[in-house]
């Protein structure tokens, strides 16, 4: 059931990133020869006016293929008449309505369609999740109740009763804290020692930890225990609306900076998952609940969002970047646009293979 649900979720997720590229394309009258779930062989096919729509057999994927230069449908990769059996019309295609043949604008339009629809999408699952619930989390202030013997911050000089108001990084981020929670999420993207700020009685003092790998956790570790539990607040239908695109908001921004933290070598490949990484994430989120399964499922669909916006060519956000250099420069060099491309996806391919190795090996350990 785990892998139905998991399949299910990815081709959701993938398939509403496309269907924001299509619907766009479509918009500004973009020719699209087909709009397929998945990759590899086709199991399921539709022929509609233009485009053909198709199922696939390896589900991690999809695309929406656009008709780019000016071609007749009998060049564009449509094999509709052999996967159907039906006669289909091959008029010859414009080139106002190939993908290039369009303003320069309207492509980018075009590419910034996919993410958008994957951001509504988060939106629509994290305020419906809270619509169900009825309540939010208030997590308590970071007020250390219990300091571990020989842990970093006993030795560090932490003591019971202190509370934690910033978090300066080795990087020289530095951060307010309020609740448990900002402790938790900003620890989580940096490593090494770092700098607590800490409130004890009036005097504010700055003390320098280094945090040691804890094997239950999973995680980088000081060695407290706060104080205090989290609440719930019962929510109206208007705040729970509200709520849910705060915390759209508010995953992006940490997003965001997983990825910084990522590039920045903050976080390494343990804190990153691939596919078998996800599929092992689903199996947990469903331990607990289904609202945790569909929480999820908005999470990635941010993550979705946010990598593809990543200017790297393989990535919508990397064609975006070619667009607007191709404005500036008042040409397209098709020669580069290729080599870059091929760069790029022996990159990212290389990248997918090391997290997936690294995800097999969380599994073995």
Same mark, same amino acid.
């Given at each position: 059931?785990?892998?139905?649900?998991?399949?299910?979720?990815?081709?959701?997720?993938?398939?509403?990133?496309?269907?924001?590229? &299509?619907?766009?394309?479509?918009? +500004?009258?973009?020719?699209?020869?087909?709009?397929?779930?998945?990759?590899?062989?086709?199991?399921?096919?539709?022929?509609?006016?233009?485009?053909?729509?198709?199922?696939?057999? =390896?589900?991690?994927?999809?695309?929406?293929?656009?008709?780019?230069?000016?071609?007749?449908?009998?060049?564009?990769?449509?094999?509709?008449?052999?996967?159907?059996?039906?006669?289909?019309?091959?008029?010859?295609?414009?080139?106002?309505?190939?993908?290039?043949?369009?303003?320069?604008?309207?492509?980018?339009?075009?590419?910034?369609?996919?993410?958008?629809?994957?951001?509504?999408?988060? &939106?629509?699952?994290?305020?419906?999740?809270?619509?169900?619930?009825?309540?939010?989390?208030?997590?308590?202030?970071?007020?250390?109740?219990?300091?571990?013997?020989?842990?970093?911050?006993?030795?560090?000089?932490? &003591?019971?009763?202190?509370?934690?108001?910033?978090?300066?990084?080795?990087?020289?981020?530095?951060?307010?804290?309020?609740?448990?929670?900002?402790?938790?999420?900003?620890?989580?993207?940096?490593?090494?020692?770092?700098? =607590?700020?800490?409130?004890?009685?009036?005097?504010?003092?700055?003390?320098?930890?280094?945090?040691?790998?804890?094997?239950?956790?999973?995680?980088?570790?000081?060695?407290?225990?706060?104080?205090?539990?989290?609440?719930?607040?019962?929510?109206?239908?208007?705040?729970?609306?509200?709520?849910?695109?705060?915390?759209?908001?508010?995953?992006?921004?940490?997003?965001?900076?997983?990825?910084?933290?990522?590039?920045?070598?903050?976080?390494?490949?343990?804190?990153?998952?691939?596919?078998?990484?996800?599929?092992?994430?689903?199996?947990?989120?469903?331990?607990?609940?289904?609202?945790?399964? +569909?929480?999820?499922?908005?999470?990635?669909?941010?993550?979705?969002?946010?990598?593809?916006?990543?200017?790297?060519?393989?990535?919508?956000?990397?064609?975006?970047?070619?667009?607007?250099?191709?404005?500036?420069?008042?040409?397209?060099?098709?020669?580069?646009?290729?080599?870059?491309?091929?760069?790029? &996806?022996?990159?990212?391919?290389?990248?997918?293979?090391?997290?997936?190795?690294?995800?097999?090996?969380?599994?073995?350990?």
């Amino acid at each position: 059931m785990t892998f139905v649900l998991f399949i299910l979720m990815i081709g959701v997720l993938i398939a509403f990133h496309e269907l924001g590229h &299509m619907l766009a394309a479509k918009v +500004f009258n973009i020719y699209v020869s087909e709009f397929a779930v998945g990759f590899g062989p086709k199991l399921l096919a539709y022929q509609g006016k233009e485009t053909l729509y198709t199922l696939r057999a =390896i589900p991690f994927g999809g695309f929406t293929a656009m008709v780019e230069e000016a071609q007749s449908v009998a060049d564009c990769e449509i094999e509709s008449a052999n996967d159907l059996n039906v006669e289909v019309e091959k008029p010859d295609i414009e080139i106002e309505r190939t993908f290039y043949g369009a303003p320069a604008v309207k492509r980018i339009i075009v590419l910034l369609a996919g993410p958008i629809f994957n951001f509504l999408l988060a &939106m629509i699952i994290f305020i419906s999740i809270f619509n169900a619930v009825g309540v939010k989390n208030i997590y308590p202030k970071p007020v250390i109740e219990k300091v571990v013997k020989n842990s970093p911050a006993e030795e560090a000089g932490v &003591m019971v009763d202190d509370e934690i108001i910033a978090l300066t990084y080795s990087d020289g981020t530095k951060v307010e804290v309020e609740t448990t929670y900002d402790v938790a999420v900003n620890n989580s993207l940096h490593k090494g020692a770092y700098t =607590i700020t800490v409130l004890r009685g009036t005097e504010v003092l700055d003390i320098t930890v280094n945090p040691v790998y804890d094997e239950k956790s999973k995680s980088f570790i000081i060695g407290v225990v706060f104080a205090g539990e989290t609440t719930f607040q019962k929510l109206t239908t208007s705040e729970a609306i509200l709520e849910g695109i705060k915390h759209t908001f508010e995953s992006v921004s940490l997003t965001v900076k997983s990825v910084i933290a990522m590039f920045t070598g903050n976080i390494g490949l343990e804190n990153v998952s691939g596919i078998v990484g996800m599929y092992s994430i689903t199996e947990e989120a469903l331990s607990y609940s289904l609202m945790s399964y +569909f929480s999820l499922a908005g999470s990635i669909s941010i993550s979705l969002c946010v990598m593809n916006l990543i200017p790297i060519p393989i990535f919508d956000g990397g064609r975006i970047l070619m667009t607007v250099l191709e404005v500036i420069t008042g040409r397209r060099d098709e020669k580069l646009e290729s080599i870059v491309l091929t760069i790029s &996806m022996i990159l990212v391919l290389g990248l997918f293979i090391l997290i997936t190795i690294s995800d097999i090996g969380k599994l073995f350990n």
